[in-house]
């Protein structure tokens, strides 16, 4: 039995999936068990036992955490530290000016833009240095960023079985060439998933 691990690019996933459910299903995201989720994704691929998750998100800075949807959304994330076999590795989400003349107000998003910091290199570091120490045989990458091609060619070239999950209508055309396999998520999977 092959060892998976699933790290997350977690502000992909979610941004990828309301955009699903919103774009194409015309209705809003529903309210996944992420202890359901990773599973049934590993499930998905025959003869691999899930060791852990990690899921990687933007820790918004003072300003942004007066926005309530970005504060809630971040206790939510934290809380997934309380789950067994699921870490959270935090990055940093930065506010900034769009205007150094005008004050940034949290009410009016044209005075601000946001950056997120960290979650890439957070998750490329953690999955070569889990592989490299050999804490799983298959990575389960849950993004459809791009900017991760180096990393999967890294971890192929360690032996590692590298599976790229990616929600339908997320383009994995430069990806796919680059990866062992890859997992489009739908709702019929989703429903499998629910709370």
Known sequence: MLRGMVFVDH?????????????ELEKPAPRLD?????????????????VKTLVFAPHPDDFLMQDPNLCGYYKWVIGLNNAKCIDVIEGRYIARPTDPEVEMDINDH???????KGTDINLAIHALSKGFYNSYDVAFIMSADSDYISL???????G?????????G??????????????????SFFNQCLR
């Open 110 to 116: 044209s005075t601000y833009y946001k950056v997120e």
């Open 170 to 187: 997320q383009n994995l055309g430069k990806i796919i060439p680059e990866v062992d396999d890859h997992i489009l998520l739908d709702e």
């Open 11 to 23: 502000m992909n996933f979610d941004i990828a999936s309301k955009t699903y459910y919103r774009e």
């Open 160 to 168: 590692k079985v590298v599976v790229v999950v990616a929600v339908k």
């Open 152 to 158: 999967y060619r890294q971890l192929k070239s360690i």
């Open 34 to 50: 992420y202890n359901l989720l990773f599973k049934n994704i590993v499930k998905l691929r025959r003869d691999i036992t899930l």
